[in-house]
Structures are given as structure tokens and as C-alpha cells.
């Protein structure tokens, strides 16, 4: 029904469910494999879409990486990562201390600044170590670097009917919810109906509930 509106859509797929319905309708389906896996920055904005729907986007990125997805985070981490990507971001539209963004150049900001902020404001007890650890996972070199570094082919924004096919990884306590988190957010700025936007979003929602559940 969608489609005959004319909407566009944007599916996550477990399961191969919607494979079949994908290459009827001429869709692009999208698996993602340990080989060839979903990559994303988004960390890569211009100046207008850096807002507090962005930059809390990031902030959840980022603390999903370093606590999981059932971690706890206090009011004091909360702040600390929100000042920090607010710096970089500062640091590349206003001073030019950074050239290029992408998670790897967040990562080298951030560990090197996030200790001034907590020698600055008296902060004590701020895991740090782990912070650094755990995100570099991600950063260049390590088992996930392309992730966050490398850019979506923009070819699949000229797509109406996309389906992200994940099952590899609905198990993985980690890439499951960061993937399906990432590919929200892509598509929430590119998708041109309301109505696509709220069935992608059900869709993803109804993947986290179901990962919590499993992993519950």
C-alpha cells in the first residue's frame, strides 16, 4: 500500500523475510556480512544538521559502544560525551584543529581531550580506561574500523524500497542494536514521506525490543 502512495521505504530484515517481496517490487536488499559489512559515518554533517537531535543521536552511539545496551550511565558521563562532541564539531566548523570527520578523528579527539575536561572540572572516578578500550574497536585497526569510517553509497538514496538484512548479527549484543541504531538515523533525514519514516522506525524499534528480550 505504501509503495502505491508512492512512499518510500525502508526496512530491517532478520531472517530473510522480506527478500522475496524486496526483488518483486525491484528494491535494493542489502545483507550484511562479516566480508562486506554496512558501513556509515555519521559523524560526517554539515553545519546545519548539527542540532541536539544530532549530537544526542551521537552521544547514544558513543555510550552504546562504551556501557552496551544495558548499561547504566550517569549524569556525569552523560555531560562529559556531550561536551566533548560539541567541542569536536567546534573543532572542525570553527577551528579547523580537526580536518576530516569521521569516527577515527572523533576517537583521537575525544581520548585526548575527554582527561582535560575531567582534570578542568575536578572529576573523579570516570572510566576512561574502558572508554578507550572499548571504542577502539571501532577506530583504525581495529575488528570494526570501517563501520563508522566509511561512507553509505549514496546510490541507495535514489532507492524507494530498501531492505537492511541483519540476521548475521541479531545475536550480537553489540552490532545488532549499533547497526540498526545507524541505519535509523541515515534514513530518518533521507526518507521523503512521514508515513515511511514511522514504519522504518516501528520496524527498528521492533527489532531492539526484541533483542532486549533475547538478551534479557
Given at each position: 500500500?505504501?509503495?502505491?502512495?508512492?512512499?518510500?521505504?525502508?526496512?530491517?530484515?532478520?531472517?530473510?523475510?522480506?527478500?522475496?517481496?524486496?526483488?518483486?517490487?525491484?528494491?535494493?536488499?542489502?545483507?550484511?556480512?562479516?566480508?562486506?559489512?554496512?558501513?556509515?559515518?555519521?559523524?560526517?554533517i554539515?553545519?546545519?544538521?548539527?542540532?541536539?537531535?544530532?549530537?544526542?543521536?551521537?552521544?547514544n552511539?558513543?555510550?552504546?559502544?562504551?556501557?552496551?545496551?544495558?548499561?547504566?550511565?550517569?549524569?556525569?558521563?552523560?555531560r562529559?560525551?556531550?561536551?566533548?562532541?560539541?567541542?569536536?564539531?567546534?573543532a572542525?566548523?570553527?577551528?579547523?584543529?580537526?580536518?576530516?570527520?569521521c569516527?577515527n578523528?572523533?576517537?583521537?579527539?575525544?581520548?585526548?581531550?575527554l582527561?582535560k575536561?575531567c582534570?578542568?572540572?575536578?572529576?573523579?572516578?570516570?572510566d576512561?580506561?574502558?572508554?578507550n578500550?572499548?571504542?577502539?574497536?571501532?577506530?583504525?585497526?581495529?575488528?570494526?574500523?570501517?563501520?563508522?569510517?566509511?561512507?553509505?553509497d549514496?546510490?541507495?538514496?535514489?532507492?524507494?524500497?530498501?531492505?537492511?538484512e541483519?540476521?548475521?548479527?541479531?545475536?550480537?549484543?553489540?552490532?545488532?542494536?549499533?547497526?540498526?541504531?545507524?541505519?535509523?538515523?541515515?534514513?530518518?533525514?533521507?526518507?521523503?514521506?512521514?508515513k515511511?519514516?514511522?514504519?522504518?522506525?516501528?520496524?527498528?524499534?521492533?527489532?531492539?525490543?526484541?533483542?532486549?528480550?533475547?538478551?534479557?
Amino acid at each position: 500500500q505504501l509503495r502505491e502512495q508512492g512512499t518510500d521505504v525502508v526496512m530491517v530484515d532478520t531472517g530473510n523475510s522480506y527478500e522475496g517481496l524486496c526483488e518483486y517490487l525491484g528494491g535494493k536488499y542489502i545483507s550484511y556480512t562479516e566480508k562486506n559489512p554496512i558501513t556509515m559515518n555519521p559523524f560526517r554533517i554539515n553545519r546545519a544538521e548539527l542540532n541536539v537531535e544530532k549530537t544526542g543521536f551521537l552521544k547514544n552511539l558513543v555510550m552504546l559502544i562504551w556501557k552496551g545496551s544495558q548499561g547504566t550511565v550517569s549524569k556525569t558521563e552523560d555531560r562529559l560525551i556531550e561536551q566533548v562532541i560539541n567541542e569536536y564539531y567546534d573543532a572542525y566548523f570553527t577551528t579547523k584543529r580537526v580536518s576530516y570527520l569521521c569516527f577515527n578523528t572523533f576517537y583521537e579527539f575525544s581520548t585526548e581531550r575527554l582527561p582535560k575536561i575531567c582534570e578542568e572540572n575536578g572529576l573523579h572516578g570516570i572510566d576512561l580506561s574502558s572508554y578507550n578500550y572499548l571504542l577502539k574497536d571501532f577506530y583504525k585497526g581495529g575488528s570494526h574500523d570501517v563501520t563508522l569510517n566509511e561512507n553509505m553509497d549514496s546510490s541507495l538514496f535514489d532507492e524507494t524500497f530498501i531492505v537492511f538484512e541483519i540476521d548475521s548479527i541479531k545475536d550480537d549484543p553489540l552490532l545488532f542494536p549499533l547497526v540498526t541504531l545507524i541505519i535509523m538515523d541515515v534514513f530518518r533525514q533521507t526518507v521523503t514521506a512521514a508515513k515511511a519514516a514511522d514504519i522504518s522506525l516501528l520496524d527498528l524499534l521492533g527489532m531492539f525490543e526484541k533483542a532486549y528480550r533475547e538478551q534479557s
